[in-house]
DNA sequence: AGGCAGGTGGCCA
DNA sequence: TGGCCACCTGCC
């Protein structure tokens, strides 16, 4: 692979080797690897495939793998929230009053949130229920196989709504989802049969696209909260997961608050990026050793 | 070998 | 409201 394919995508980046890995892989996006021969991370969002690495002098470097290299480099700036000013969204995190946050910024100084497309992370995070990310992974690949959109050398997109739509439930099954083939089949059928529905959810404002998203079979508080997290520009958005249960009972004293209660706590203690914090809480959780019993 | 995993929905008191 | 349980599937 020619040295010059490379294009500067973030210059000076804020990202160490291990924050870049862990936004690109840590649990918001499942369509990324790391490609050892090649020594950067590959991945699709939308219909785009490229390679991002890290140069030594930490500009963030990205090679188009998918047609309309143009396009596809600004996709991925705004894929990755490149406009944003990620070193002023960390401060202006409670980390002066709380020490559990500052110790989580300290130890992933750079982790950021991407913005995948809306429908894409809907769909991710309806096969997340009860999973652990290899294994959403493969659901995600599968899902991308058979149903969606080539974009050549053996990639593809994640389908479309539409796209799911048209598959049975058995066939969804067979890509390994389980039990939530039925209401990731009935969901698709809904977005399907109203043609603006999906679109005005991503417009709307948090409350009244959570409101609505939750009207989705399948989808419940958490799936939304990551759906419009990691897929519009609600930051505030707070999933309440079995870490962030763990790391609030634990680290913040919660024990015996319901899921909604944490989520109310997350965004009145984070504010308005509290969905930013959740990420280094959530990073910092999933990657402690475990503690044998 | 059985229990559990980035949940949700249904049923029961 | 609050607690309990089934639900696919793969991995320890």
Redesign the pocket.
Known sequence: MAKNDWQVIEPASHFSPNTLAETLD???AFRWKFNEEVGAWQGIFDRFACLLKLDTNSDLLFQSLSKNKAKSFSSCKAFLRSSIDWASHEDSLPWRSDTHMKQCLESFRGLRILKQPFGEALLAFMC?????????K?MCQNLAQTLGSPLGKNLHAMPTWEQVAEASETQL??L?????A??IKKTADLIAADSTLLKQIEQASYEDAKSAL?E?????????D?ALLFGTDHMQAF?V????IKVLEKRYELEGW?NKQLAQFGRIHFGPLAGFA?QFL?SWE?TQPKVRA
């Open positions: 840590g649990g918001q997340s229920a009860t999973k652990q990310i290899p294994q959403i493969v099954r067979s390994a989802l389980g039990f939530r039925k209401n939750v989705f079979p399948g989808v419940g508080e958490k799936i939304a990551c999933p997961d079995t870490w962030i319901d959740q959530f999933r």
